[in-house]
């Protein structure tokens, strides 16, 4: 069974910060990589999806890509108290069938 | 364009009671998800249909767990009896394209959060 693993938080930083959150997975076949952001008492929406190793940035958000460590991270610049919020890696397990960590809640204070 | 719908959004039952939840998913989506979200967990796979066909339920528990997914639109999924561990938010979700895609985005509904007492 793959695993994701995710610190859970919370991860407090002040309004303006950079966030930091943090991903590890066990399978090293894995080619995706996603980051969904998930609001209390809301459902996953997909904010980012990486398959290379390096950067992808897409306005405030960059994901961070390194195969070889077997790690994911995303990178929430100038964090506003709207990004408070858990965020869930997720892994492809098959076609179309994707693995979430238990998710890191993230807390943006003004 | 309207997203997943999900009902009922809330659910509170007694211990042993059969309970259902409906989903419709995006219009078109062939792929529909039904997924189980315990408390500060991610979600997890329960069963997931390509049309009518149920292509991957090894995670759905048979004993007590069912789905349906009639002419290939909505879904209905049952738990019959329902035990003090059933307490979790189900989660519908769906997808344009079938299986053999490398990625497909899958969109949410907003879930049906189910109390057993």
């Known amino acids: 069974q793959k695993e994701v693993e995710q610190n859970s938080g919370p991860l407090s930083v002040p309004e303006g910060a950079i966030a930091s959150l943090n991903c590890t997975y066990s399978d090293r076949g894995s080619q995706s990589f996603f980051w969904y952001r998930q609001y209390s008492g809301k459902s996953p929406e997909l904010i980012m999806s990486i398959y290379s190793n390096g950067d992808k940035e897409d306005g405030r958000f960059t994901a961070q890509l390194n195969k070889a460590s077997q790690y994911v991270s995303l990178l929430i610049r100038d964090s506003q108290p709207s990004d408070s919020a858990t965020y869930l890696c997720?892994?492809?397990?098959?076609?179309?069938?994707?693995?979430f960590g238990a998710g890191t809640r993230l807390a943006v204070h003004p | 364009e309207a997203g997943v719908v999900q009902s009922p959004r809330y659910k509170i039952i007694e211990k042993k009671q059969p309970v259902a939840f409906w989903c419709n998913p995006i219009?078109?989506?062939?792929?529909l998800y039904w997924y189980r979200q315990n408390l500060g967990q991610g979600p997890e796979l329960l069963i997931r249909?390509?049309?009518?066909?149920?292509?991957?339920d090894s995670q759905l528990p048979k004993d007590r767990f069912s789905a349906e997914r009639l002419k290939g639109v909505d879904s209905t999924l049952k738990i019959q009896p329902a035990e003090l561990g059933d307490s979790a938010v189900y989660l519908c979700?769906?997808?344009?394209?079938?299986?053999?895609?490398?990625?497909?985005?899958?969109?949410f509904g907003p879930g049906t959060r189910l109390t057993v007492l």
């Open positions: 249909y390509e049309n009518e066909e149920a292509v991957d």
């Open positions: 997720a892994v492809p397990g098959g076609y179309n069938k994707l693995i």
């Open positions: 219009s078109g989506h062939n792929t």
């Open positions: 979700a769906s997808s344009l394209y079938p299986a053999g895609v490398v990625w497909d985005e899958q969109f």
